[in-house]
């Protein structure tokens, strides 16, 4: 069996990293940020005000939800909230249902799963991962989907959308521009 010699692997590697990184960075789409009530939320845990999708980053797995159609004439935005441990953080004005998303705690397991409802056709999507868990203990970690009512107090706010890509750095000054 061959080897790579070392002195190739160094830049073979830097080749697959500046490649791969160059790729990912093509397909991202940002996702704004923004807050309901006082709690901030982070990218991707709310729907833009009015409809739209979004993706949220949870225990290395992505969880998509749209708020789009006859959904809009009830919902003016949906959004991921902590529901434990703790006391839950969805604020007064919003209804929860039509997801969730569950993490064991690592000393008890690594089961996991992420639930969400299409809230058009009612269909759901699932997603699990893991093998087991204390089922004492579990769920450990849960955020639950909660959609706010059209009216109802502590409304989204949403921040402005992220650039695409961010504008070159003025090294040496940029001459008043």
Known sequence: MKHIPPRWLVPLVL??????SKTWAQSF???PSGSAGNLMLPSGYITPSGGGSSTALF?????TFDLYGSALQYWDARAWF???PGPSEVPAGWVTGGGS????????????G??????VTYAWTTQSWGTYCNMIFYPNFVMVSAVHPIGNPNG??????LPAEAPPACIHG????
Request: aromatic content about 0%; some cysteine.
């Open 15 to 20: 080749i697959t990293l500046t490649v791969g």
């Open 101 to 112: 998303m569950s993490q064991c705690d690592p000393r008890q397991g690594d089961l996991g």
């Open 59 to 63: 225990q290395g797995h992505a969880a």
């Open 82 to 84: 902590r529901a434990s």
């Open 156 to 161: 989204p706010i949403m921040r402005p959308s």
């Open 174 to 177: 940029c001459g008043g521009k």
């Open 29 to 31: 789409t940002p996702v």
């Open 114 to 119: 992420i639930s969400v409802q299409d809230l």
